[in-house]
Every structure is written in C-alpha cells, then in structure tokens.
C-alpha cells in the first residue's frame, strides 16, 4: 500500500461519509421503485435505473438496475437544464421526459426527476427512468416491431412538468391518464417514481443540513476527479491498441432485405479510451435506431466493466471515453422523426463486442461474448374484453461468455442488469400458460477451454383462446455471442412454435402481434455465450464430467474437445489416454 | 419423536437453566440461577475439528453439574459454518419432469449490474445428480400427471449407484398438493432407509420453486453431518445425566427439540445471532422499551436487528452464500464492521474507506503484534485511548500502541497526524455501522429516534454512544456480561412451530371464509408438533398473519391478523386487515390507496408456547464507588480529555449515577460513556446511558 493522502482538497474523513450517504440514498429510490411499482417490468424484470446528480446534471451515485439507464439520466437533468435553464426550476417541481432525442432511449422508457433544493438554492437532481406499460402509440405494451416513424410509437414528453412547485399538474396528469391503454399502471408507477425522487430528495436535503452544500458539492467533485484518476490509470496500464469492431443486424424490422451495420474502432492510448462510431449505417427506417446518449451509456457500461467492475458509477464513468459520431445522422445517432423502439438490440450489440474486443487484454475483468437480448410476449388479442385481458411479458436469460477461471453463466443478457426470471409457480397461477419446460440448452454453449454459458429452453402452452404472442431477438446470423482466445462462438437463439396439429415452426426473425391457437407451445431457445481458450485445452477430467452431467455427447468430447471416451462395463466413463493425447497433439 | 420430559421441580436446588453457544472462535455458557436471577459467564476455546470434545471440557468448568441443569439450550453456527465452507453431503435431487435446471438456472440476475464476470452461486447439486420423474400438479394442486412410482424407483436406485448420502426432493406446485413429493419420500425410504430425505412441502408450504428447491437441497447437503453432530452433543450430555431433551435455537428465534432440529437443519441456519434478539425482546418486556435497535458488535461483523411495537421484525426469506432459504428467521442486517475492519484510502474515490475487508483474528489489528501491517479499528481505538493496552480482553492480552500508530503512518503517510486518522477510522465505522441500521430504520419509513438501542457482543460497549449519537439515538443500554449476551437470550426463547401456505385470494367476503379455515388448519398443524414434544393444548398461544398486497403489485406485507378479529363478524375483519396493510404500506413506502384492491398471497400461523421468563439482577459489592484508573482519551479532533476515570462495572450501584467522559469495565467488555452522555444501572443489571443534548 503506497497510497498516501497529501493535499486532498476535502476532508477525506467526511468524503467517505458523504459518498456513502449518496449511495445508500440511491439504493434506497431503488428500493421505493421496485415495492410501489404497479408493473411487472420494474418490479420483477427490474427494466429502471435510478440516480442523483449534482445541479448541472453530472452523475452522483447510481443503485443495481440498467446501466444504460443510470447512463442517460445525466443527459435527461442536462437537456430540462437547457430547456427551463437553471432559473426554470422552482421547489417542488416533478419533471417527465422520455424523447429518444433528449436522453437517447426508446419512448417507454420514461425518466421522471426533480430539482432538489436547500435554502433556495438548486443543489442536485434525482431522477429514475422505468419502462412505462404503455405509452399510448400503435402498439401496446410499449414495444413496437416495425414502425417508421416516433410519431407512431408514443406520446413524446419533453421535460413537462407533473408537478409544479409542489402542486400537481392536473392538465398534464389527466393527459397522460386519457392517453394510455392502462392508466391504473400507468399512473401507479409514474407515483411510484415521484415517490423515488422524492425520497433520493430527502436524503441528499438532511446530508446537505448536516455537511453544508458547499462541502456536499466539493467532495463530490473531488471523488469524480479522483474517480477519473483511477480510470486514467488503469487505461494506462492497458496495452495501447486500435481495434475495428463490426456487427450486422438481421434486420431494421421493416425491410428484410435491409441488414444495417454497426461499426466501431476503439482505441486505447496511453491513458485515453476512445470510441469512433464513423462507418455505421445511416438511420434506419425500421424502429432499430438508438439515440446517442443510450448508445453512449452502452459503451460506457462496457469501459466501466473494464477499468472498475465493482461498485456504483459516477460521472467519471460516463466522460472517461472520448466519442467521435459520424458526421450524418446514423443508426446510432438519429434525429427525430427517426422510430427508435427496438433500440434495445443495438444496445446489447455495442455492449457484448465492445467489451469483447478488450476481453484478450483484460482477461481478469472480461468475458467472450454474451448471447443478444430475447423476449417473449404472450397476451389477450385486443379483442378480447379489458376485464379478461392478460400480457405476459419476460425477458428470458441465454448464455453469457466464459472467462480464464470459468465458464460463462447462464443469465439476463448484458443490457438488463439486474433483472430476474419470472418463477413458473408464479407464471401459472397469474396467468392461462402451463410451462411445459424450463431447461439449460447445452448445444447452445460456445466450446472452449472455458464453455460459454449455456442458453435455455423456455416452453410455455398457450391455454386461452385469443390469446397473440410477440417475440424479440436478433443477430441469428452475425453472433455477437463471439469466442475469445480460441474458443468457439455460443448459438443464435431461436423460437420453436408446436402447434397442436402437430406441426411445427421456426423463427429467426422477430413477430409481431401473431395469433396462435389453444394448446400451441412457444418455445424460447434463447442463445449461448462464446467460449474462451481453445476446447483442445480443457481439461481431460472436466470433458469426462461433461459426459457424465449430459453437457456434452461422447461424439462431442471427441470431435470438439479431442477427448477419447469409452463406456466401461460398469456404464462407467473411460477415456483413451493415449489416443486423447494423439488427437490434441493435432492442434 | 422424542418427547419433552419435564423434570418436576426439585427442592432442594433452585432451577437452573444453561444456554451454549458456539460461535466462531469461542463457545459461550451462560448458566442462569432462576431462584437468584444471577447468572455465570464462561469462554471456552472453539475450534471446528473438536467441538464436541471442546463443548464437553466448557461444561467441567461450569459451578454446576450438568445433573441439576433443568433446561439446557443450544444454538450454534455449526451448520452455516458447513454451508459456507461446502463441506455438506453428496446430494440427489428429484423434480418434475422437464425441470431439471431449475437449481443451476436460478433467477437470472446480477446485482453487480457492471461486473462481466459475474456468477451466481454453484449448484449444490451438479447435474448428474439432479434427476426428473414423471409427475405434474397445476397451480390448484390439481394432478395434471400422476406420480409415475416406478420412475422414482429406477431414478432414486441410479443416484444411489453414483453415491448419494441424501435425497432432497422438490416438485412444482407442491405447496398446493403435496401428496406426490410424499409419496415419492415413502418409496425412497422403503427402498434406501440408510438415506436421509428432505421434502420440500415438509419445510415450505410457499410458491416460486428455485426458492424452495434451494431450501429444500441446503437442507439435504447439511443432515447426515447435523445429525451426527446434534447426536454426539446429546451423548456428551446423557453421559452426564441431563434428564430433558436439547431445546435447539432455530433461525425464527423459538426453540425445537434436538431431534426435530436433526431433520431441519435449514431452520438452524440463522440461531447463532438469534439469542441476542430473542434477550433484547426479553428485556423489553422488563424495560418497557417498545422499539429497540439490537447491535450485535463482533471482531468482524455489525449485525443488526429491530424490535418494533414489542415484536421482533421478522423476514421471509434469507440469502447465505448467494443461495437462497424461505422460511421465517429474524430479520438480521449484517455489514463487515468491527475492530478488525482495515483502514485504507479507497483509489476510486480518494476517500478513507473502513472494511469490510478485516484483518480477522490473525494476524489481527497491528497493535496484537502478530504481523499485522494495516490499521484497524482496534488500532485507532488503542491510539485514542478509547482502549487500555493493559487491560484488554481482562488483561488476557496486551496491545501495542506503538505498532498500532505505526501502521496508520505506513498507510496515511509518516507527517500524518496519527490522532487525528485514528478519529476519523472510528467516525468512519460508526457511520457504517449507523447506516446498517438505517437499512432496517428509515429504509422501512421507521424513524431511529423513537428506539432505544441494545448494543452487545464482545464490541457491543465501545461504539454503542457513538453509533447512537449519529442516529440521534439518547438511550442505550448494554446488558450484563455483553459479550454473552446472546447465549442469555437463548435462555428466554420459546418453543414455536410456525406454518404457512400459499394460496393466492382476493380480499373479499368470498373469499375470506376460505382464509379463516386455512388459519385453522395451519394452527392444527403447528398445534400438532407442539403436542408431540410433550406441551399441553392449553399451554399454546396462538399467532396469525397474511401476506398481502395491493391486486396487480408483487411485494406482500406481512400483515398481522388479531386472532379475535377472526371470530368477528367477516366484514369487519375485512376491514381490519385492509386497514392494517394499508397503514404498514404508507408507513414503509409513504402512500397507499385504501380503496385499491387487495390480494392475499400467504397465510402464516404461530403457536408457541412461552418460556417462563427469569430476570437478572445486578451485582454489586456495596462499596462507595470510586474510580479503579484513569487515563487519557481523545473522543474526537481537539476533543482529548486527560484523567478519564474507569470504573469497575459491579462497582456502580443501582441508579448511581456516572457522567461521562468515563470508562466502565467488566471482564471481556469494556464501556465508553463519551462526554455529554451518563451512564447508570437499571434494577435489571443494564448500564443504561442517555444523552444529555443541553451540555452540547
């Protein structure tokens, strides 16, 4: 230990206290959120972040939730700042704004915040972001397949105000009330937001009565510099490198032939980080668009997994990488009236092969590739009676990538967080579904020294008439489950329709609002992670007890791993030492 | 089943009762005297390979025989310690057909939301060991495929070949029919008697099967060791005559008989921590504080609980080791805070971090002298003078406060003002320390405030004003022989069964009849174990509460329910439960809607049958109290007093009183009484210390 402390500008005592004090009063908004929310997106799929920042907008703490979220607060307080100015703000006020071109994300997402006050002054921010059930627009449930247009997918909020200094804004409220197709959640959850602002408010209002603002704010500022340092230095400790990364999408969800493509060089140079989006398709016409301040916290969120895995964000995350966008609106940087809903893959995408393209030389913090987003709707056709409604909406977890040390973990793909599965016990007394399965998929995992995680099979029975179902996923033909080091790529995931005639079905492509008969069995196959090292190297033992644990067939541990196996008269496992050793001696 | 023996009162001794408690580095006996309300201390030396032996030497020292003990309980960490450290059975496992995974699968989150390298706990079970059988029941108990018996045989036979010791089994929806996970039990006792079972709806009645199925396997991997260990304990105590059977601490803080204890050790997972709860609600009753926070100071570890309105708060689930249990414990909150807890400047944030790494008991903090290099909270507190180096652990051990300032230098700098450090370490973990109990306090819309604290454990005297102080809390108390506290409170639990099912409802008159009848039979069931350790009917009292929520949220409270509120007129306990949950929802979360709709999601029953309840009285010797030493202490920057006095804690009588700054001392604690706060004891044996707010 070589640190010592020399001239820090505060006291080092109370910057402890203060950032503690930060932390904890965002883990307790998140709290607030998650128990009063009415939505099963927020409290069981965890689809919000939450945050505070300082008075410009510059990230104070964050809590366990979406890291592009927390990543896009800062640009939601920073574009209301530009709208009202700093002066707009008045005690009490409770804003909204959910525009991909103010903060970056799709319209469902909405962010609710409030100016914080002590003694009149404007000190902080507190806000969350959560996925609204709806937000009125052509489809329900806030995700549209295929629009052209963001006038189609919602009613657009640009940091109007719910309450203005303290007093509810009985216009707007009434507004949104007419406007969605279920205004009890709805509303349910925007309270529920304004409690978690209210709440950070509280925390950040006693810390300022017991510390004074001044030291509040300087302390805070000394930790983001501090916090930048150690990034710096950790990105100078990295090997200098330029790298071009790539991936195509399946399609912008309008035009099947159309396969756009992201495109980034990332570049580490002394203790810079950089991120060039130039060479990216142009903005698309199908919803695959994402706005630049979410497809900024998407790399951010691979940078921060990078230089300081552990621990909550601030500002310095966001601002350690130096982007360069391209010069004409892109599929990256759109402008309105661009449709942005489905942004959520091109998200996953810059995630997953950013962090991959370091995975080689940070091999202590990151991971082969991970599968891309799935999710699986089954819901009432709209004309079926409010009463006797139902949406079942989940993301379903795939496989992530193996690392030295591990295989990869089967889990919610890298852009959701903190997010869980729904229990079966659960699904089936909320909903008309019997789960006919819930199982890993090991032919889904990426081979390797370190196997990826596997992806799973999710089969769900349909049991109402009338019932649609939904599905979301992409690149099954560019993975971004990548291995590493050698090891091999994870499986595309993929949709299996049974139907009671007997027939069957596959899907690589999303659907839309698709009608299936009574007694049809969705199944989700969702995607395995890549491998890291090559198979040849796992060990002989661990290929044996893939054999044993039906990870893995005797043809694979052979044609795969270059293991020889036998089964003993005891049905025991016995391998070939000397044809095992033959056949690695290959590679 | 064994049954309860009661020991008819014996005239010739007063009854006695003994609690151990065995914890990581120390097994603790607490001997009470019921007729005297004294009690005896002792420490024996633990170590993991000898417990039995080391449980057994404790009891020779003891000023009693173990003959004239009347009632002998124990907790332990034996189990957590087995679970945390993986040394458990080899476990099979039996579930429905299609859900073999579920246990690997798990849930799917990452809390460490940036950390690509995240991973969820390994399965106890690898896959080669988890095993289907054909069977399915819907979410109405209803048999969607019956129990194919034929396929357990031919699946339990082929895990017993790959050498299983124990069998868990847990199907989908057994909480509402459990009658295949029973049957499937039978055969696989009929067939492998020498194999122990858990059944899943035996130990959770609760839906959301990872979950239980957790349970259910912690349960499997820790019983064939459990039992063997809770089978010697209760030889070593037959050898030396002890007449009634072992009253063993369970994670709810109630007590069960050793051999129901043998076949749930899930439900020991949380006894260690327990006793001290389950004495500060004891006390309560005495003190007639209503709201306590209860601190548990250890060398490693700040645990944390809360009695609130004179009830323990309870939680519903626990996770240890990232594995999760369902089942009823004491809702503890522990952070890595105490004296071992390592000073450093934390590179990300420039800042002075405290913990949770600790310097453990070896090498310890550098002032032990076992080559510990990094400042501790011991230390700082050994710098300060808040520690006498003399006098540490009853003079067992001398400090070095020589090496204690040298390992601040090394780590702040060698011009560091060493003092001024050492303040802020301390300052920095009695914020830590206050903010796990802002967890269990303002995190749940309580405010600390109105709660006095109950602050114990071998640390629970040094930090309690401190922590009190920045929590605005004026009344702490820290009980007699503090370090063993918890064992005390061991001595006052009661025997309890609880039970509880899931069974989704509206709360509605229709639905509401149906509720009163599952209350009742989960009343017989709990009634029914009780019997079976030997209590009379009449002897039990009962408890009911339901899980409820708004129609449309996730998140249940546990709502109490008035067991004369259930004999009333239907639309009145309608009215009562909904105004009970509706007012706990405003309370935790701020609002909550009294018109909403309301569902009920569990229902839970009680029955216990009260422990007689012994007080303790103070020692004193009677002398006119008079300082044993003095010295200086810094209570923080520019705030050194020289000449603080230090009493002996049997010294101070009854409601004398002592001003702080003051030391008081008692073999294996030490209290600080800081400035501005004054100590006393209560007619209970408590040094009671308030803050005066008008010397500030």
Redesign the interface.
Known sequence: ?N????H?PVD??N???I???LQ?AAL?MN??L?????N?LI??V?DFGVGVAGASGELWSDA????VFTGVLPASFRTGIAKHGIEGFRDGDVLVVNSPFENGTHISDTAVYMPVFFQGELVAFTGSMAHWADVSGMSPGGWTVDSTSIYQEGIRFTHQRLYAAGVPNDDILDLIRENMRVP??VM?DM?AQI?TC??GAARIKSLCEKYGVDQVRD?MT??IS??E??LRKEISDLPDMTREVEVRLDTDGVDPEYKPLLRAQVKIEGDRIGVSFEGSSGVATGPINAGSDAAAAAVA??V??LL????P?NQAHLDIIDYTWPEEPSIVSPVSPAPCDSYGYVLTALTEII?HSFAEIAPH???AGGYQMVSTYVMSSPKVPESKSYVFAEPV?GG??A?PG?DG????F?AD?????T????I???YPI???????NPKSAGAGEHRGGMG?IR?LEVLEEDSLIKTASENYYDTISRGAAGGHSGEPSQIELFFPDGSSEIHVERLSDTPVPVGTIVSTNTGGGGGYGHPFKRPVERVV?DI????ITIEEARNTYGVIVKIGSKLDFIVDEAGTQQLRSTF | MNKVVFVEQDSTHNNKRLAVDIGGTFIDYIVLDEGTGEIHLDKQPASANNLVAEFNAGLDRLPVPTEQIDTLVHGTTVAVNALVQGKGATVGLLTTDGFRDVLEIQRGGRPEVYNFQYLPATPLVPRYLRQTVQERMSARGEALTELDTDDVISKVDHLVEQGVEAIAICFLHSYANPSHEQRAAEIVLERHPELTVSVSSDLVREWREFERSSTTVINSYLQPNFQDYAGNIEQVVRDRKYRNEIAFMRSNGGVMPISEASSKPVETLGSGPAGGVIGAHALMEETGYKNIVCADVGGTTYDVALIHDGEIVERTDTIIGGRPITGTAIDIVSVGAGGGSIAQIDEVSGSLRVGPESAGAYPGPACFGRGGERPTVTDSQVILGLLDPARFLGSRMTLDKGLAEAAVRRTFGENVDVERIANGIITIAQTNMANAIRVITTQRGLDPREFAMLSFGGGGGLFACGVAEELGIKTVLVPQSAAGFSAWGMLMADYREDQSRTALRDLNSESIASMIEDFGTLAQEATRQLLTYGFQEQDIQYRFSADIRFKGQDHTITTPVEETALSSDLEVLIAAMSSEFVRRHRQLYGHGDEHSELQIVTVRARAVVPSSRVLTKPKQSGEALSPVDARSISFGTNERFDDVPVYERHDIAVNQLVSGPAVVDEWTTTVIVPPRWAATIDKLGNLVMTFNEEDK
């Open positions: 230990m640190t010592t402390i020399t820090a080092i005592v910057a402890e206290i950032k503690n004090a904890s307790e709290k607030t998650i128990r009063s929310a009415y099963p409290f069981d965890k366990p939730g979406l890291p009890e959640i349910g309270y409690a209210r709440t302390v000394f930790i501090q916090t340092k150690a969120q691979a921060k997994g300081d895995p552990i621990g964000a962090q913090r990151l991971r977890q992530l990538g690392f591990s973990a089967c889990q919610m890298a967080g903190d997010a869980s599965n229990p079966i016990e659960v089936e007394m909320r019997l789960v006919k399965q819930f199982s890993l799973v089969e007890q044993k644990d039906d990870y």
